[in-house]
T-cell receptor, first 113, second 111 residues
Framework: GAGVSQSPSNKVTEKGKDVELRCDPISGHTALYWYRQSLGQGLEFLIYFQGNSAPDKSGLPSDRFSAERTGGSVSTLTIQRTQQEDSAVYLC???????????FGQGTRLTVV | QKEVEQNSGPLSVPEGAIASLNCTYSDRGSQSFFWYRQYSGKSPELIMFIYSNGDKEDGRFTAQLNKASQYVSLLIRDSQPSDSATYLCAVNVVGYQKVTFGTGTKLQVIP
């Protein structure tokens, strides 16, 4: 595709359930980011993948959060045992290389009820 | 000290005026600098990038970079109500490789 694609666009889940969010980066982009944005707040960095290097997981808020990137392309962010405070928009971005501009997907709005 | 700092605003300017948005960064070795615009409920979109000291102009937008003082700014000339959005500064922090975002400045252009 031409841009970064995220699915689903919206997800409503019950507290305690696990959710998986998917990101398809722009083809050929080596770097991939996950961010979280609560209403009216700035971007909160979660995790960063760059090529075959070990991911930078320094932003993951708890061990309930994990992410993987298979084959250097598609990435999945998994949140286990969701809590109400996990409700936010989860944004994925990719860039051609580590230092170049990042392009964002449309985000997944997660609501935990 | 945060790696990338911006005043959260809101910055209010009248229509037709120049809006000046500022960003400072802590890593003197940073090489790449980006400005993103985020409308409410939408994803950030890239509007400018700058790598060298000085000014870079694109239409009504001018990015200014001063590596000695470690700041980057965005000027919006002839501001329009449609420019009302949050503007995010992003910097490549050498050593961390990834691009780091500031928290953004909310701009309001008053008709």
């Amino acid at each position: 595709g031409a841009g970064v694609s995220q699915s689903p666009s919206n997800k409503v889940t019950e507290k305690g359930k696990d959710v998986e969010l998917r990101c398809d980066p722009i083809s050929g982009h080596t770097a991939l980011y996950w961010y979280r944005q609560s209403l009216g707040q700035g971007l909160e960095f979660l995790i960063y993948f760059q090529g075959n290097s070990a991911p930078d997981k320094s932003g993951l808020p708890s061990d309930r959060f994990s992410a993987e990137r298979t084959g250097g392309s598609v990435s999945t962010l998994t949140i286990q045992r969701t809590q109400q405070e996990d409700s936010a928009v989860y944004l994925c971005a990719s860039s051609l290389e580590a230092e170049t501009e990042a392009f964002f997907g449309q985000g997944t709005r997660l609501t935990v009820v | 000290q945060k790696e990338v700092e911006q005043n959260s605003g809101p910055l209010s300017v009248p229509e037709g005026a120049i809006a000046s948005l500022n960003c400072t960064y802590s890593d003197r070795g940073s090489q790449s600098f980006f400005w993103y615009r985020q409308y409410s409920g939408k994803s950030p979109e890239l509007i400018m990038f700058i790598y060298s000291n000085g000014d870079k102009e694109d239409g009504r937008f001018t990015a200014q970079l001063n590596k000695a003082s470690q700041y980057v700014s965005l000027l919006i000339r002839d501001s329009q109500p449609s420019d009302s959005a949050t503007y995010l500064c992003a910097v490549n922090v050498v050593g961390y490789q990834k691009v780091t975002f500031g928290t953004g400045t909310k701009l309001q252009v008053i008709p």
